[in-house]
């Protein structure tokens, strides 16, 4: 399974809009995938409520992780996404 740890970038964490960027995101990847918080227990990224339930706050560890194929090249773009907390998922890594 590929994995991604990576600190969230947003100031606010993954609240309201942050959240809404980074689920239109993974659904874009076109990969299921799931995120968690370092210590707690995985969630579908494309859900929104989901992903808003997990509380994650800007500094914060998360965990994104698939097995899917194209995991690799998603994981990297995704974890971009809330490392540099970006508006929009980059085209390339």
């Given at each position: 399974?590929?994995?991604?740890?990576?600190?969230v970038?947003?100031?606010?964490?993954?609240?309201?809009?942050?959240a809404?960027?980074?689920?239109?995101?993974?659904?874009?990847?076109g990969?299921?995938?799931?995120?968690?918080?370092?210590?707690?227990?995985?969630?579908?990224?494309a859900?929104?409520?989901?992903?808003?339930g997990?509380?994650?706050?800007?500094?914060?560890?998360?965990?994104?992780?698939?097995?899917?194929?194209?995991?690799?090249?998603?994981?990297?773009?995704l974890?971009?996404?809330?490392?540099?907390?970006?508006?929009?998922?980059?085209?390339?890594?």
């Open positions: 399974m590929a994995e991604r740890r990576v600190n970038g947003w100031a606010e964490g993954l609240h309201a809009r942050p809404s960027i980074f689920v239109r995101a993974a659904t874009a990847t990969v299921p995938v799931t995120i968690a918080k370092a210590d707690g227990s995985p969630v579908n990224a859900s929104m409520l989901a992903v808003l997990l509380g994650a706050q800007g500094g914060e560890e998360i965990v994104l992780a698939s097995d899917a194929e194209g995991a690799e090249a998603a994981l990297e773009r974890a971009k996404l809330v490392a540099e907390g970006l508006e929009e998922l980059p085209e390339t890594v």
